[in-house]
């Protein structure tokens, strides 16, 4: 539209023999429309490319030492809880389906045919169901035994490497609050050498602090959200085991019946 503008002006000046100044107008014009959409244009990569160079420029006035640090307590962090959320996400089963399927194969094939339909489901269920059948012949009692052990160690297996999760959280604010002390200390030691406090000699050391700071309570609270989401998932895990283990007793007590 400017540049449509600009051509209109210079026409109608050009009809009324202002050759000259319709000329000097109409440069200038359109060096500020090209300058401008130049500008337009070239603002959105400068943008995009802008937060990655940023990021990248702090990280490194924050110090190699302290940052890849907190960088790998993120990398780490990130590894545990992908890993348990791809683990936790195959070792969800079905309840309904698979309690379903158990007392069909009681009730047209006895114990063998349930253990055999408990052997061919993946997660913990099928196979705390799995160890109560292996016990019938012992009774109810040793049943519900094993399949509270065995409940046991499948709750270990769901929790297992979470606490890495939960240590690399506490541990990422702690670096970027010791960087923030020890910025600030060179801050000090700067003053005292000089003699003088001037802003230039403390930016350094407290621009180092703020951003070690900054970088650790942002990977902590990443982690934070995927350590939330794994807990919650384990509960529900854990909750369908125990209302399987109840179902499972039923169904045993109304089979030997």
């Known amino acids: 539209m400017k540049r449509l503008f600009s051509i209109l002006a210079i026409t109608g000046m050009m009809a009324f023999g202002t050759v000259n100044a319709t000329t000097n107008a109409s440069t200038n014009t359109v060096a500020t429309t090209v300058a401008s959409m130049t500008q337009d244009e070239a603002a959105a990569p400068a943008e995009e490319l802008g937060f990655h160079q940023e990021l990248k420029k ?18 780490l962090g990130l590894a545990i809880a992908i890993e348990r959320i791809i683990f936790l996400n195959l070792s969800t089963t079905n309840t309904k389906k698979l309690t379903q399927e158990v007392e069909d194969a009681l009730a047209s094939g006895g114990i063998p ?10 997660g913990p269920i099928a196979s705390i169901y799995y160890q109560g059948l292996d016990r019938t012949d012992e009774g109810l009692d040793a049943v519900e035994k094993a ?21 690399f959280i506490a541990l990422a604010p702690m670096l970027g609050f010791m960087g923030t002390v020890i910025g600030m200390i060179q801050a000090f030691d700067k003053i005292e050498a000089a003699g003088d406090m001037q802003p230039s000699l403390v930016a ?8 070690t700071t900054v970088f650790g309570l942002v990977v902590a609270m990443i982690l934070q959200v995927f350590y939330n989401y794994i807990i ?6 854990v909750n369908d085991m125990e209302d399987a ?4 007793m039923d169904l045993l007590i109304r089979n030997k019946k």
């Open 147 to 167: 399949v509270v052990a065995y409940g046991g160690v499948q709750m270990g297996q769901l929790e297992k490497n979470v606490s890495w999760i939960s240590l």
């Open 58 to 75: 702090r990280f490194i006035e924050g110090g190699p030492g302290f940052m890849g640090i907190v960088l790998l307590c993120l990398i």
């Open 204 to 211: 350094g050391g407290i621009k180092v602090a703020l951003l």
């Open 232 to 237: 919650a998932k384990i509960d529900s895990i």
């Open 245 to 248: 283990s109840i179902t499972l």
């Open 113 to 122: 045919a349930a253990k055999e339909v408990c052997r061919n489901t993946k």
